[in-house]
T-cell receptor, first 115, second 114 residues
Framework: EDKVVQSPLSLVVHEGDTVTLNCSYEVTNFRSLLWYKQEKKAPTFLFMLTSSGIEKKSGRLSSILDKKELFSILNITATQTGDSAVYLCAVGSNAGGTSYGKLTFGQGTILTVHP | NAGVTQTPKFQVLKTGQSMTLQCAQDMNHEYMSWYRQDPGMGLRLIHYSVGAGITDQGEVPNGYNVSRSTTEDFPLRLLSAAPSQTSVYFC?????????????FGSGTQLSVL
């Protein structure tokens, strides 16, 4: 059974801190790993990684994938209160024999940034 | 630019009632899907569609029906609501091959079944 595990489940930091969120996975026929940010309601897309060792960056956020060790990290530097959210990791695979494939989500990491 | 629009935002049902959650997207996306989000379990796929007239089951399809008569609309029907269907429901859309995992989500429907 495909599995995506995120750690920690929750994290409380102060503005300016740097945080690292972890995502480990066990899936058949890996295709991609994605990070989403969920504030209040709808998750919004952050990154999609398909190749090992290549860092994706967007402002203060960055992510890297290690396909050999089956994990990814999401780094947030100089955190702000607006970074408070649930961060979701998802892994796409070609399992299931369908054209849609499969996307398995982790439980999420709740990040709280205090002023 | 509306993106993915879901209605209603909140709904309370009694056990055995039926209802339809509406979802529409205006991005001409090929793929649409329905997820439910429960505490500690992550998002789980209920049903999905790879184009108008084509639907298939996801991970947790029991008790739900879908249809896709147009590219824009993908309603989710609860046939006979049960307390186990109390959850937050998200509709999502994505471009086709190569971009199917990059999901655009609606704002969600919080459903309580009493």
């Amino acid at each position: 059974e495909d599995k995506v595990v995120q750690s920690p489940l929750s994290l409380v930091v102060h503005e300016g801190d740097t945080v690292t969120l972890n995502c480990s996975y066990e899936v058949t026929n890996f295709r991609s790993l994605l990070w989403y940010k969920q504030e209040k309601k709808a998750p919004t897309f952050l990154f999609m990684l398909t190749s090992s060792g290549i860092e994706k960056k967007s402002g203060r956020l960055s992510s890297i994938l290690d396909k050999k060790e089956l994990f990814s990290i999401l780094n947030i530097t100089a955190t702000q209160t607006g970074d408070s959210a649930v961060y979701l990791c998802a892994v796409g695979s070609n399992a299931g024999g369908t054209s849609y494939g499969k996307l398995t989500f982790g439980q999420g990491t709740i990040l709280t940034v205090h002023p | 630019n509306a993106g993915v629009t879901q209605t209603p935002k909140f709904q309370v049902l009694k056990t055995g009632q039926s209802m339809t959650l509406q979802c529409a997207q205006d991005m001409n996306h090929e793929y649409m899907s329905w997820y439910r989000q429960d505490p500690g379990m992550g998002l789980r796929l209920i049903h999905y569609s790879v184009g108008a007239g084509i639907t298939d089951q996801g991970e947790v399809p029991n008790g739900y029906n879908v249809s896709r008569s147009t590219t824009e609309d993908f309603p989710l029907r609860l046939l006979s609501a049960a307390p186990s269907q109390t959850s937050v429901y998200f509709c999502a859309s994505s471009l086709g091959q190569g971009f199917r995992e990059k999901l655009f989500f609606g704002s969600g429907t919080q459903l309580s079944v009493l």
